[in-house]
């Protein structure tokens, strides 16, 4: 099974840029076409989180056109940056996404690896939280299917990358998280976004990791007290390859041309 995942898009509305630079649009769509040349087809994409950036209408019509030449089933979770109201609309559609004003998680049972969206949105700021009725929601998840591989993607990473200004903004009670994944061995990973780069971490026995964004990425600082800057670094995605035998292997996709292949000598 061929997973992949974009993330952190922040499309706005058609005809504006980001900060007034970031052509946001231009980049998802370069995005989309790079994932539809890819050879293997991903089998399901996945969008952890701020698909917009201002919670907009008129932006998620925005995203949904750019989004139409995917081929693949394609599920979404909310960022900080989204609206859930907005985005339960925009995606009516998409049967997966559960009925009502609860929160946007859900499974997907129809390939060899289970996916779950956890919901991390913390509503009217930017940090994100698992409360309670969440952790309970994804604790009776797990335990109905013990032995199937799974896949928790979600928006906020549980874990701390070195850049503060982001850390500042992480996830509270991450604990609470750790101690239902380490319950169940069969999380193979815990996918996220809102850092804006390739981030790896041990977490509860599994692997927490964060995608690039497919448009500008949170530059690389680690110094105490380090302004928050964007760059325009390359954009990118990632796709998670499971095979029975070597569980979740994830690779970096930079996104844009480049010279090669050139075989070796």
Sequence with gaps: MLIAQIT???ITALGSRLFGHVDTACHLARAVSSLLALDPQPDVVL???DLVDG???VEYAHLRQLLRPLRQPLFVIPGNH??????RKAFGDCAYLPAGSGYLHYTVEDWPVRLIGLAS???GAPGGVLCGDR???LSQRLLEQPDRPTLIFMHHPPFSTGIEHMDAMGLRDAEGLAQV???HPQVERIVCGHVHRSIQARFAGTIASVAPSTAHQVSLDLRAAADATFSMEPPGYHLHLWRRETGLVTHTVPVGTYPGPYPFE
């Design 8 to 10: 952190d898009l922040h």
């Design 47 to 49: 969008a952890t989180g």
């Design 55 to 57: 919670g907009d209408p």
């Design 181 to 183: 994944v380490s319950h």
């Design 82 to 87: 989204d609206e859930r109201s907005a985005l």
């Design 135 to 137: 952790l309970a929601w």
């Design 121 to 123: 949105v913390n509503a």
